[in-house]
């Protein structure tokens, strides 16, 4: 299977598919640990994430070995990145699994308010709440997540614990996997 969040920049995404990830037999690939490494090189992210699009070369590797995967990146900012799952997807025999990640925008900027980010030539994302709070704001308006709620799994709402709203994603999911884990 392949498990594929979106919503906008800081909602939470990758907190709930790291959630996932500890509960069922998932290979976790992370855009932002991609991005990450491409900058700690000294490499473009854009020309490698983008144009090379090594996230879904990666889900591409691990399902041709038979994985199950969790591709961690916005797959509402850009019409290719669901088309490219959609397209793993059938060339692998796996099933995609759309999951909606929101919260309220007061939540979210309280919460970024608050939070002490990592700089940049230390490897952080984003350099400061501000930055964080326009990625927030820009890609809450810029892309339209309702388009995609036909394809959706699930919606998680990431003010929300986690745990009985991801329950029954799980129980989902393991069916979609086979076999039972802890």
């Given at each position: 299977?392949?498990?594929?969040?979106?919503?906008?920049?800081?909602?939470?995404?990758?907190?709930?598919?790291?959630?996932?990830?500890?509960?069922?037999?998932?290979?976790?690939?992370?855009?932002?640990?991609?991005?990450?490494?491409?900058?700690?090189?000294?490499?473009?992210?854009?020309?490698?994430?983008?144009?090379?699009?090594?996230?879904?070369?990666?889900?591409?590797?691990?399902?041709?070995?038979?994985?199950?995967?969790?591709?961690?990146?916005?797959?509402?900012?850009?019409?290719?990145?669901?088309?490219?799952?959609?397209?793993?997807?059938?060339?692998?025999?796996?099933?995609?699994?759309?999951?909606?990640?929101?919260?309220?925008?007061?939540?979210?900027?309280?919460?970024?308010?608050?939070?002490?980010?990592?700089?940049?030539?230390?490897?952080?994302?984003?350099?400061?709440?501000?930055t964080a709070i326009e990625h927030f704001l820009r890609s809450s308006k810029q892309f339209n997540y309702?388009?995609?709620?036909?394809?959706?799994?699930?919606?998680?709402?990431?003010?929300?614990?986690?745990?009985?709203?991801?329950?029954?994603?799980?129980?989902a999911l393991r069916e979609a996997i086979g076999g039972t884990y802890n």
């Amino acid at each position: 299977i392949i498990v594929a969040p979106y919503g906008p920049s800081c909602v939470g995404k990758s907190t709930v598919m790291r959630y996932l990830a500890e509960k069922l037999p998932l290979v976790h690939i992370q855009n932002d640990a991609i991005r990450l490494f491409l900058r700690g090189n000294g490499m473009d992210e854009n020309e490698y994430l983008y144009k090379h699009n090594l996230l879904s070369r990666a889900g591409e590797e691990f399902l041709r070995n038979g994985y199950s995967v969790i591709l961690d990146a916005n797959f509402a900012s850009d019409n290719n990145h669901v088309q490219n799952a959609e397209k793993l997807a059938d060339e692998h025999d796996a099933k995609l699994f759309l999951i909606r990640v929101t919260a309220s925008q007061s939540y979210i900027l309280k919460k970024l308010k608050n939070t002490k980010f990592l700089p940049l030539d230390k490897g952080g994302l984003l350099p400061d709440a501000n930055t964080a709070i326009e990625h927030f704001l820009r890609s809450s308006k810029q892309f339209n997540y309702d388009n995609l709620m036909s394809k959706t799994l699930s919606v998680v709402d990431s003010s929300e614990p986690l745990g009985s709203q991801l329950d029954p994603i799980i129980t989902a999911l393991r069916e979609a996997i086979g076999g039972t884990y802890n």
